[in-house]
Structures are given as structure tokens and as C-alpha cells.
């Protein structure tokens, strides 16, 4: 992920490498504490959005829910090194793709789909954390994993593409399943990158990458459940 400074196994000076362990343990703390401080922030505005939006949203509503994120995105990588204002960024990523999960739930309430979409929830968030605690136990660097997620990531991103005009449910699934375990393999690398090789003042976005995957990977166990359950259009 091209938001941190090294993203190709090389350990950076100044990096968590170089601290020692009472350093490294805060360091570390920081990053999950911004990552569960952004998710909560992400519920609230999911609440929020389920319990005042009517359906149907209208198309204004839906391209900005739909490209917002993405310019905020784009702005957090340039201003990364700016303090307050990587963090803020970081912060309205969250409300915003709390606002379109919040909208989605509806959805799939309303279509009777609501257990699913609880089910993808919860299967997400035990799936991050088994990943992620499994790096932390283990000590393991899954930096290698950098140069093939590079072009997976882009893979992945051309078959989302051509889905917009493949009515196979096969290739839906399929792409579901890949998406999940690309996403898998980054929280992977990026748990390991906070771990090894991540500089000291890129707490914010160490934890940005993090969120990051869960939402990726989230978003492609509910197509995977939606799928497999007969349920997609």
C-alpha cells in the first residue's frame, strides 16, 4: 500500500526495526487505537444512515457516498506526513464509508437479507483479528507478500471491471472469493509491515492500510455469502 514509505520489504531508519520492544509495544498500541477509535466512528455513522435515510437514495446521494472515499483516499496519501490533517482525513474516510455501509445494511434489510449481511459483519471482523493476531503471536514478515499483492490488487480491479458486463454468477463468485483472499493476504502484509518495517510517525497511516482491509475484505465475504446464498441479482 502505497500510502507508507516502504512497502517493499526494506527497513527504513527510524523504523519500528530500530526501537526497542517498550517503544515498539506504544508504537504498535497507537496504531490499534487509532484503527478502533476510526471503526467506531464508522458505526455510529452506519447507524446513523440506516435509521434516518429513506430508500431509494437518490443518484446525487450514491456518487458521492460512491467517490468520495476515494478523494479522500487520494488526498490522505499526499498529506500522509501532515500532522492533524492526516488524522482528520483518516476520521472522514471512516464516516464516510460508515455512512455507505449504514445505506448498504438497509438494503439488505429491506430485502430481507439483513442475517447476511450480519454474518459477512461478524465473519470479517474474526477473520481480521485471527490474521492480525496471528502476525503479532508468530513474529512472522510477510513482506514477500508485497510485490505479488501489487499486481493482485490490479488483477482483481480489471475482473470488478469486467463484472459490469458478465452476468456469470461463476465469475461473481469466483472474483468474490479472489477479493477475499487478497484482501486476506494484505492484512497479512500490512499487520507485518507495523511489526518490521514501518516508520515512526506513520502510526496514522499504518492504521489507514489497516482499515482499509477490513473494509475490502468485508465487502467481498458479503458478495461471497450473498452469492453462495442464491440471493444476488
Same mark, same amino acid.
Given at each position: 500500500?502505497?500510502?507508507?514509505?516502504?512497502?517493499?520489504?526494506?527497513?527504513?531508519?527510524?523504523?519500528?526495526?530500530?526501537?526497542?520492544?517498550?517503544?515498539?509495544?506504544?508504537?504498535?498500541?497507537?496504531?490499534?487505537?487509532?484503527?478502533?477509535?476510526?471503526?467506531?466512528?464508522?458505526v455510529?455513522?452506519g447507524?446513523?444512515?440506516?435509521?434516518?435515510?429513506?430508500?431509494?437514495?437518490? %443518484?446525487?446521494?450514491?456518487?458521492?457516498?460512491?467517490?468520495?472515499?476515494?478523494?479522500?483516499?487520494?488526498?490522505?496519501?499526499?498529506?500522509?506526513?501532515?500532522?492533524?490533517?492526516?488524522?482528520?482525513?483518516?476520521?472522514?474516510?471512516?464516516? =464516510?464509508?460508515?455512512?455507505?455501509?449504514?445505506?448498504?445494511?438497509?438494503?439488505?434489510?429491506e430485502?430481507? =437479507?439483513?442475517?447476511?449481511?450480519?454474518?459477512?459483519?461478524?465473519?470479517?471482523? =474474526?477473520?481480521?483479528?485471527?490474521?492480525?493476531?496471528?502476525?503479532?503471536?508468530?513474529?512472522?514478515?510477510?513482506?514477500?507478500?508485497?510485490?505479488?499483492?501489487?499486481?493482485?490488487?490490479?488483477?482483481?480491479?480489471?475482473?470488478?471491471?469486467?463484472?459490469?458486463?458478465?452476468?456469470?454468477?461463476?465469475?461473481?463468485?469466483?472474483?468474490?472469493?479472489?477479493?477475499?483472499?487478497?484482501?486476506?493476504?494484505?492484512?497479512?502484509?500490512?499487520?507485518?509491515?507495523?511489526?518490521?518495517?514501518?516508520h515512526?510517525?506513520?502510526?496514522?497511516?499504518?492504521?489507514?492500510? =489497516?482499515?482499509?482491509?477490513?473494509?475490502?475484505?468485508?465487502?467481498?465475504?458479503?458478495?461471497?455469502?450473498?452469492?453462495? %446464498?442464491?440471493?444476488?441479482?
Amino acid at each position: 500500500m502505497a500510502m507508507l514509505k516502504s512497502f517493499r520489504g526494506e527497513q527504513v531508519e527510524n523504523g519500528v526495526a530500530y526501537m526497542d520492544a517498550a517503544a515498539r509495544g506504544v508504537f504498535i498500541a497507537k496504531v490499534y487505537n487509532l484503527l478502533f477509535g476510526v471503526v467506531a466512528l464508522m458505526v455510529a455513522a452506519g447507524f446513523v444512515a440506516f435509521k434516518k435515510v429513506e430508500l431509494p437514495i437518490s %443518484s446525487g446521494l450514491f456518487y458521492t457516498l460512491l467517490f468520495a472515499p476515494l478523494g479522500v483516499l487520494v488526498l490522505g496519501a499526499f498529506t500522509r506526513n501532515i500532522k492533524g490533517v492526516n488524522l482528520l482525513l483518516f476520521a472522514v474516510y471512516g464516516i =464516510l464509508e460508515g455512512l455507505f455501509l449504514g445505506i448498504l445494511a438497509k438494503v439488505y434489510a429491506e430485502a430481507g =437479507l439483513g442475517t447476511i449481511f450480519a454474518q459477512a459483519a461478524i465473519l470479517s471482523l =474474526l477473520v481480521f483479528g485471527g490474521l492480525t493476531a496471528f502476525v503479532h503471536v508468530t513474529k512472522k514478515d510477510f513482506s514477500f507478500l508485497g510485490g505479488v499483492l501489487s499486481v493482485l490488487i490490479f488483477v482483481l480491479l480489471g475482473a470488478v471491471i469486467v463484472g459490469f458486463f458478465v452476468k456469470s454468477t461463476m465469475f461473481h463468485l469466483l472474483v468474490s472469493a479472489g477479493g477475499t483472499a487478497i484482501f486476506a493476504m494484505y492484512i497479512l502484509f500490512d499487520t507485518s509491515q507495523i511489526l518490521h518495517r514501518v516508520h515512526e510517525d506513520e502510526a496514522v497511516s499504518a492504521a489507514w492500510m =489497516l482499515f482499509i482491509d477490513l473494509i475490502g475484505l468485508f465487502i467481498y465475504i458479503l458478495n461471497l455469502l450473498t452469492i453462495l %446464498s442464491g440471493n444476488r441479482d
